[in-house]
C-alpha cells in the first residue's frame, strides 16, 4: 500500500554514538502521514569509513545543510541526551535560514548553562568507558570484556562525547517553544536542571517526565507518548503487533 504523503516530518539527533535504528521504536507509533528523519553522523553505518567529528559546530552545518535541502514540510525536532545539543543548535542553524521548526525538544540532557565539566567522560579508557556505558543501559553488560567487538562503536561515543563536552552555551537561544523532557529514574541527568531549559528559548516551555532511565525515550510506550506531544492535530498511532519497522536506507539521514 502507497504510503500517504507525509503532512509533518520529525527530525531526530539519537544520543553520544547512536545510530539511526535508536529511533525503531518511534517508526512503530508514527502515523503514516508523518516522516522520521533519523541523523546518521560520520563514522557508523553507511557511513563507518567517514572520519569522526568531534565537535558540534561542523556537525550542525552539515545537517542544516542537508535539513534545508528536503521537501518543505513543517516539521519539529527532538534530540536525546547529545542529540539534545545538536537539536538545540541546529534549530539555531534553521532559524538563521528563515527555515524554523515548529518546536523543539530536548531529551535527557542537562541545559547549556551546566556546562560539562571535568572529569570528562571522553577521556576514559575503553574499559571505563564500556563500564560507565553498562552502567546507564547503554551497553549490553555481556559485551564488557570484549572492547575488541564494540571497538568502532567506543570510538564514536568518544567523539560524541567530546564534542558534547568541550560545547559551550551560545550567546543566544531560540525563538521556537521548548519542550524539556526526562526520567525521573535517570541515572545521568540531575532532573531539577531540566526546567532551565525555558532559560534557552524566547517561545514557549513546557517540561515533561517518564520513567525508563537514561534511555527511556526508546521505548514503545514512551516513544508514542512523547509523539503525541511533538505532532500537531493528533496523538501517534498504537504500536503494532508485530512486524518491526523498515530497515534504514545507506544514506546519510535515515528516513521512516
Known amino acids: 500500500m502507497p504510503r500517504a504523503r507525509p503532512r509533518f516530518r520529525l527530525v531526530a539527533l539519537p544520543h553520544a554514538g547512536g545510530w539511526p535504528s535508536a529511533f525503531r521504536s518511534w517508526w512503530q507509533v508514527l502515523p503514516d502521514d508523518v516522516e522520521c528523519v533519523v541523523a546518521q553522523l560520520p563514522g557508523r553505518g553507511a557511513r563507518i569509513n567517514e572520519p569522526l567529528v568531534s565537535r558540534v559546530e561542523p556537525m550542525v552545518d552539515a545537517l542544516a545543510r542537508e535539513l534545508a535541502e528536503l521537501e518543505p514540510l513543517p516539521y519539529a525536532v527532538v534530540g536525546h541526551s547529545f542529540g539534545s545539543v545538536l537539536g538545540y543548535e541546529l534549530t539555531r542553524a534553521m532559524e538563521a535560514k528563515g527555515l524554523p521548526p ?105 517540561h515533561r517526565t517518564f520513567t525508563g532511565g537514561h534511555f527511556y525515550l526508546y521505548t514503545p510506550a514512551n516513544a508514542a507518548a512523547v509523539a503525541a506531544l511533538l505532532l500537531p492535530g493528533a496523538a501517534a498511532a498504537p504500536p503494532p503487533a508485530a512486524a518491526p519497522p523498515d530497515p534504514l536506507p545507506g544514506i546519510r539521514a535515515g528516513h521512516r
Open 102 to 206: 515548529a518546536l523543539l525538544a530536548v531529551s535527557a540532557r542537562q541545559p547549556p548553562c551546566f556546562p560539562s565539566e571535568p572529569p570528562f567522560a571522553h577521556l576514559r579508557t575503553d574499559a571505563e568507558l564500556l563500564e560507565h556505558l553498562t552502567d546507564i543501559g547503554g551497553m549490553s553488560p555481556g559485551l564488557m570484556d570484549r572492547a575488541d567487538l564494540v571497538g568502532p562503536s567506543l570510538r564514536a561515543i568518544r567523539a560524541d562525547l567530546e564534542a558534547m563536552e568541550t560545547y559551550r552555551r551560545p550567546r543566544s537561544g531560540v525563538r521556537v517553544p521548548i519542550l524539556a523532557l526526562g526520567a525521573v529514574d535517570d541515572p545521568v541527568v540531575i532532573g531539577d536542571r531540566m526546567h532551565l531549559w525555558s532559560l534557552e528559548t524566547s517561545g514557549g516551555f513546557a
